[in-house]
């Protein structure tokens, strides 16, 4: 593993101020600026999203601020309106007071007398989003975005759906999430006596965004909002795009470098989670990030002339076949080279399938290996061995010749599709189509994967029943990937029905019969160039000094299956660890629990469940400061509906300040 610099000495000094952004409803919001130390005014750079600078993303913004600020910018961290210490209320994902208000933010950071006149954006996930989202909006002083692990597709390429299917697994998890992080309340510290008049006005418009996103089950105009992909001649900054291959959003960086201008575009995929590629979170190897992003920086708001426009258009991590593991530190591999997306060096090659018709009619459990949706770098996130999960499949193998047959390894990069030849004994289902390397030992390491609805097969924009009992082709691409095949090891498709808890099960799915003449797999196989691609070594500012206590409790397994046999049921208990308890150099001690379960069992779909409970505790000894957030979220089906319970409960020194509960009922629609 790469270790991380910590630097400590500058071109600049700097120093930091936490401020309030006027909005032009005269809403303030929260803002922290680490500025250099000098007399001359500096390009601002912004990151912009509702999760709490002053706790939540505190240790990542330490590491990665106060470097900016040291090159020469102001840097700038913004809480969303209604979250963290900024006034207003909480409204949906990306709505458009978001990013009006981020719009806004754009051109008052432009008219600061430290500021040169120019920005840039840069987030993961919601922040890197909504930077592509603003861009789109054209602010004039916006002129260079950095996106990471971001979607520019809401509906299919988000935590909603996937194929036109209800993604089970974060569509609920998400949702639970940020029904208890809107639920925190402003700092004491850092709002005064205000702080509870602002945390019960939030409360009273808190609303679980389950209700929004399930009542949208095809990709409408809700789900057209904010999607870049709607109009990307809309963006006019420079787009730096930022992914890695065990991210659900890396296809992202594949579009963008094919759809805008590329004098000012590049991207860059390597092999990691859903993390800035510089914080060593398995797997590895990280990289020098914010040096890479400074080079983008200097250039498209200083106009340094360097040679961050001649890098390639694509900078690629090719990894090497490996054992299945649910962590990796590093993977083998290399960083490869293309000019152009679709690249020259990429050539589509059809594998037909063989055989007579086969009936899958996969376990109602089938999935439960598939590893967590958004991998974060923890231990247990990366599907382990599939074995299992091709026993419940549909397997067709195409082994890679050895070098003595005139073979060699098989190196691919980009997205994969398939096409079936199905028949379907009932109007609704979905078909899961699994890429696999099997090696000689038969270990099966998943490489990549895709999802179909099989009434979105027209277009994800409308619901089409199957023809029962009738055969239709259906096309489905798998997400992007880079990976080599080596001679002797076996490539497999495995197509299986169901795949929870990934995809909610469609109520009536009785499985399909597919005909192996009219299906194929079709591989974007890459030519072996020699490639010369350098990143330097992560570094960092000085961290901010998180401390996390001991506890005497044995921590809860990260992920665990339990199977009742006699009910026949299962059930898959996750642990998200996204911080657990810290205690902040400001004295604040922040204390988090969360647990997500899926439950189903063999005898249909109609037995599927979600729920997620969460805990936050925030307290301040020094202002006799301590209240508490419970949450309880749930989501059951029958054949028409979906039924969703939430449950908030906030307290404060032990009392109850706020209890709410919703219950509401949403016809199945195409999900």
């Not at 960092?540 to 044995?554: K, M, N, S, Y």
């Not at 202002?623 to 509906?641: F, G, K, M, N």
Request: with cysteine.
């Amino acid at each position: 593993m790469k270790t991380t610099k910590i630097r400590t000495d500058f071109p600049y000094g700097t120093r930091h101020e936490d401020i309030r952004i006027p909005m032009p409803d005269g809403t303030r919001l929260y803002a922290r600026v680490w500025r250099p130390v000098t007399d001359e005014p500096v390009p601002a750079l912004l990151e912009y999203l509702p999760h709490r600078l002053t706790d939540w993303t505190a240790p990542r913004d330490w590491q990665r601020h106060p470097w900016y600020a040291g090159h020469g910018y102001a840097s700038v961290r913004v809480d969303v309106r209604g979250h963290g210490n900024s006034e207003g209320l909480p409204g949906d994902e990306y709505d458009a007071t978001e990013l009006a208000d981020g719009v806004a933010v754009v051109n008052w950071l432009a008219e600061q007398p430290w500021c040169t006149g120019r920005v840039g954006m840069f987030g993961i996930s919601w922040g890197g989003t909504n930077s592509l989202q603003i861009a789109a909006l054209a602010p004039e002083p916006l002129k260079a975005v950095v996106t990471v692990c971001s979607t520019d597709d809401r509906y299919d390429n988000d935590v909603h759906y996937m194929g036109g299917s209800v993604l089970a697994v974060d569509m609920h998890a998400w949702a639970a999430t940020m029904l208890a992080f809107v639920s925190r309340p402003p700092d004491p510290r850092y709002v005064g006596e205000e702080w509870r008049e602002m945390w019960l006005k939030r409360l009273e418009a808190v609303a679980p965004f389950t209700h929004t996103w399930l009542a949208h089950q095809t990709r409408d105009d809700y789900w057209k909002h904010g999607s870049v992909c709607e109009d990307y001649a809309s963006i006019r900054s420079a787009v730096l795009a930022v992914g890695g291959w065990h991210d659900p959003y890396r296809d992202t960086v594949l579009r963008l470098v094919e759809h805008l201008p590329q004098d000012r575009v590049r991207g860059i995929i390597g092999p990691w989670p859903h993390q800035y590629p510089d914080r060593g979170l398995p797997p590895g190897p990280a990289i020098g990030f914010l040096q890479e992003t400074l080079r983008w920086w200097d250039h498209h708001l200083k106009g340094v002339d360097n040679d961050v426009m001649a890098e390639p258009l694509l900078r690629s991590w090719i990894s090497g076949s490996h054992p299945p593991a649910t962590v990796y530190g590093e993977l083998p591999g290399r960083w490869v080279t293309d000019p152009a997306w679709p690249s020259s060096n990429v050539t589509p090659v059809t594998y037909g399938f063989q055989g007579d018709p086969v009936e899958v009619a996969s376990p109602q459990q089938t999935g439960l290996d598939a590893g967590r949706f958004l991998p974060f770098g923890n231990d247990a996130d990366l599907p382990p061995d599939q074995r299992e999960e091709d026993a419940h499949s549909a397997c067709f193998d195409f082994p890679v010749p050895e070098a003595s047959e005139g073979g060699g390894p098989i190196e691919i990069l980009g997205r994969p599709s398939v096409r079936l030849r199905l028949m379907t004994p009932a109007p609704t289902g979905q078909v899961v189509a699994r890429l696999c390397d099997i090696a000689p030992d038969g270990s099966s390491t998943l490489v990549t994967r895709g999802v179909l609805n099989l009434s979105a097969r027209y277009g994800r924009d409308r619901a089409v029943e199957a023809q029962i009992g009738e055969w239709e082709s259906y096309d489905l691409r798998l997400n992007g990937i880079g990976h080599t095949f080596p001679p002797g090891h076996r490539v497999r498709l495995a197509v299986s029905s169901t795949y929870w808890p990934w995809i909610w099960p469609q109520p009536d799915a009785a499985g399909f019969t597919l005909d192996p003449t009219g299906s194929s797999l079709t591989l974007p196989v890459r030519a072996r160039t020699a490639d010369a691609v350098e990143f330097g070594e992560p570094e960092h500012a000085e961290p901010l000094g998180v401390t996390f206590p001991r506890t005497l409790d044995e921590p809860r397994p990260e992920r665990v299956v339990v199977r009742d046999v006699a009910k026949g049921e299962w059930r898959l208990e996750v642990d998200p660890r996204y911080g657990g308890t810290r205690v902040y150099p400001d004295g604040l001690e922040y204390t988090e629990d969360a647990l997500d379960t899926y439950t189903i069992a063999e005898s249909g779909p109609l037995t599927a469940r979600t729920r997620s409970d969460w805990t936050i505790r925030l307290h301040r000894p020094e202002l006799a400061w301590d209240v508490r957030i419970e949450t309880h979220s749930e989501i059951t089906c029958d054949a028409d509906a979906f039924f969703t319970s939430d449950e908030v409960v906030c307290r404060e020194g032990g009392e109850v300040v706020f209890h709410r509960t919703w219950e509401k009922r949403i016809p199945r629609t195409a999900g």
